[in-house]
Nanobody, 125 residues
Framework: QLQLAESGGGLVQAGGSLRLSCTASGRTFSLRNMVWFRQAPGKEREFVAGIRHSGQGTLYADSVKGRFTISRDNAKNTLWLQMNTLKPDDTAVYYC??????????????????WGKGTLVTVSS
């Protein structure tokens, strides 16, 4: 079992930064590839960034590449998403998720078997 809890969301002006955290409870965090997704109002949940269980190997959506950075500390059971140069289009609820596969990084939300409840990020123009 893996329980996930996101934090760090809030209201920020365009061009600003936020750092999201995802704290995990359970002993399998270090064994799992972890992924950030987001869901804007009226839109489907979309992949944002993923990181291998070891921390070696990351993947980003084109829309956030160069602006967002995913990282993790397995000793602290924590996943982060550093978001810089935020845009109004980044407004969404952000979720962390645990991938059921230990192979390559998945971008499909149906491949995840653990989810947090999400944290809202609002970027004003």
């Amino acid at each position: 079992q893996l329980q996930l809890a996101e934090s760090g969301g809030g209201l920020v002006q365009a061009g600003g930064s936020l750092r999201l955290s995802c704290t995990a409870s359970g002993r399998t965090f270090s064994l799992r590839n972890m992924v950030w997704f987001r869901q804007a109002p009226g839109k489907e949940r979309e992949f944002v960034a993923g990181i291998r269980h070891s921390g070696q190997g990351t993947l980003y959506a084109d829309s956030v590449k160069g602006r967002f950075t995913i990282s993790r500390d397995n000793a602290k059971n924590t996943l982060w998403l550093q978001m810089n140069t935020l845009k109004p289009d980044d407004t969404a609820v952000y979720y962390c998720a645990g991938d059921r596969s230990t192979m390559g990084l998945n971008t499909n939300p149906n491949a995840m078997d653990y989810w947090g409840k999400g944290t809202l990020v609002t970027v004003s123009s």
